[in-house]
């Protein structure tokens, strides 16, 4: 009984793949791009060559081949030409929407410093440490106390919801009618 090897591939598959390969290959070659009729058509022109040889430099920069124009120099714009700086015009650089100068103002922002935690209720606090600390204490456990008694993972749970429960029932019951929301 002829059975194939197991560990031979697919030969069925490989002459498919081939053929598929050689018709893209056979594509690609008839078509050309734009830009190597160009070169081929400088070529014929050029009867010493020179032009072909310059654009098959292998030192090409970003605008031999910049379909989008951006390597040419932005127009300027339509507006108030009082804004746009003179040492951009003199250097002829191109001027942009963005090519003015800024006035530096003395008007800067300084926040407050931050009330210390040393005034702070110590309710508050602990609440605070038991809202933050008891998830990190249930991963701690989870991870290096692993035969951890029930009690104390129900222990852990039940100080983490009333440290949550007493900080919502300490938020403010009202609205200030006088606070625009502007500070935090």
């Known amino acids: ?25 056979a594509r690609l070659e008839a078509t050309q791009s734009a830009t190597e009729r160009e ?9 010493d060559g020179e032009a072909g040889r310059l654009q098959a430099e292998p ?3 970003f605008k031999d ?16 030409a009082a804004a746009v ?5 003199a250097a002829g650089r191109p001027v942009g929407p963005r090519d003015f100068d800024v ?23 602990l609440a605070w440490v038991g809202a933050v600390g008891g998830p990190l204490a249930l991963l701690f456990t989870a991870m290096f106390w692993r035969s ?19 900080l919502i029932m300490r938020l403010p019951q009202e609205k200030n009618e006088d606070d625009d929301g502007a500070r935090i």
């Not at 700086?85 to 015009?89: I, L, Q």
């Not at 104390?152 to 100080?159: E, M, S, W």
């Open 85 to 89: 700086p003179a040492d951009a015009e």
């Open 148 to 166: 951890a008694p029930l009690t104390a993972i129900l222990g852990i749970v039940a100080a983490f919801v009333a440290s949550v429960v007493y």
């Open 103 to 125: 006035e530096d103002e003395d008007h800067t922002f300084v926040p407050e410093e931050p009330p210390s935690l040393a005034g702070t209720e110590p309710l508050i606090m």
């Open 1 to 25: 009984m002829n059975r194939p090897d197991p560990n031979s591939a697919d030969q069925s598959a490989n002459k498919d793949d081939d053929a598929v390969w050689l018709d893209l290959v």
């Open 59 to 61: 030192g090409r920069t």
């Open 39 to 47: 070169l081929h058509q400088d070529a014929d022109k050029d009867p």
């Open 65 to 80: 081949f910049d379909p989008l124009g951006l390597s040419a120099p932005a127009r300027e714009p339509v507006g108030d």
